[in-house]
């Protein structure tokens, strides 16, 4: 089983707490259409499992198939050092098939970021180590394919539809909460059928 | 799932097209490390299909002077126009007759499919395996235990 070598770091663009139970992450393209397809079943797992989950988005552009995704992950780094790595990642994957640089440029202005200053980041690669970094911290975690996911540092193999993640993830919930820390916690869980967990005092 | 030849052992060699009209020695690459991916056979549905993402990798296989080369059963012409079509890089070998042979020789051909592995070897530049894995054949194994091997050459 492929593991995670390069821990989460702040350094990472993350959403939601930093010591969640679960920390997914995604090695991603943004031209890749597979990537796409787990764009929203990403947003629902966020949503089901709320503060729970922390989500890593690492680039891993396969630029030999995939002429712009080098571009967009540029894009969504240039994004990022200004504080909207987010947007711009829901925006060039709400955008996939139309990625070139005049997209990111609207992008950028439609977040209010100087598109100028984009066009510049992109011709001059200033961004391009930290692709590179990512995707090399992808090869040596044995990524294999866009996109790769691992949950709590453990690559995920097989589909990643919305049902075989959610309960991937659940596995690992219940994994780290064993039954005698939650007594001690005075906590209780209740399973529901579909495999919900509901806490309470 | 097969018993592929296991680190320590010599690399059996091998000679195979590389293209309608070139063929390839394993002998002929002593001198430099080997990386021989086999795997079932070109055209594989997904977009970061393993060759591809070989493809994507191949400088960091080449900062160790590794020479990476795929092989299947499936024919030079077959192979010609996947490698085209996927701007591939490096040679795809073409184990194609009498079939699987190199696989068989490598412990790595799955006779009830007519097709090899997804396994993979490292040899080193006296032509001894170093390294060897065997994946599912549904998953891809990534690049990550070759490079470990390729690593562990150096030491």
Redesign the interface.
């Known amino acids: 089983m492929a593991k995670l070598r390069t821990a989460v770091t702040p350094q990472d663009h993350i959403q939601g707490p930093e010591d969640a139970e679960v920390t997914l992450v995604e090695y991603g393209d943004y031209e890749c259409p597979h990537c796409g397809g787990a764009y929203p079943v990403v947003k629902r797992l966020q949503k089901h499992f709320g503060k729970r989950l922390g989500f890593v988005f690492r680039n891993f552009p396969l630029s030999e198939v995939h002429p712009h995704a080098e571009s967009a992950a540029e894009a969504a780094e240039f994004a990022g050092a200004q504080g909207k790595f987010w947007e711009m990642h829901d925006l060039l994957f709400e955008n996939q098939e139309r990625l070139s640089e005049p997209l990111y440029l609207r992008l950028a202005e439609e977040l209010g970021l100087p598109p100028e200053a984009l066009r510049q980041a992109l011709e001059e690669g200033i961004y391009e180590a930290r692709v590179r970094a990512d995707f090399s911290s992808g090869v040596r975690s044995g990524v294999n394919g866009t996109p790769t996911f691992f949950i709590n540092g453990e690559r995920h193999d097989g589909p990643f539809d919305y049902e075989t993640l959610l309960l991937a993830i659940q596995e690992k919930i219940g994994k780290r909460e064993t039954p005698s820390s939650l007594k001690a916690d005075g906590f209780f869980v209740r399973v529901s059928r579909r495999g919900d967990y509901a806490y309470g005092r | 799932m097969s018993n592929v030849l296991p680190a320590g052992t010599p690399a059996p060699d091998f000679t195979l097209p590389v293209t309608p009209d070139q063929k390839i020695s394993l002998q002929e690459l002593r001198g430099q490390p080997v990386i021989l991916a086999f795997y079932p056979a070109d055209w594989s549905p ?5 060759m ?2 070989y ?3 191949l400088p ?1 296989f080449q900062k160790f002077g590794a020479q990476l080369m795929g092989l299947s059963v499936d024919g030079v012409w077959c192979h010609r126009a996947f490698a085209e079509a ?2 591939l890089h490096f040679p795809l070998l073409s184990d194609f007759e009498p079939k699987g042979t190199v696989a068989r020789s490598y412990g790595a051909y799955r006779t009830a499919d007519g097709m090899s592995e997804r396994a993979l070897f490292v040899i080193d530049k006296t032509g001894i395996i170093a390294w060897s894995y065997c994946s599912p054949i549904a ?7 070759i ?1 470990e091997a390729l690593e562990g050459l150096t030491k």
């Open positions: 997904v977009c970061g299909d393993q591809a993402l493809n994507e990798i960091e996927r701007q998953v891809n194994p990534g690049a990550d235990g490079l």
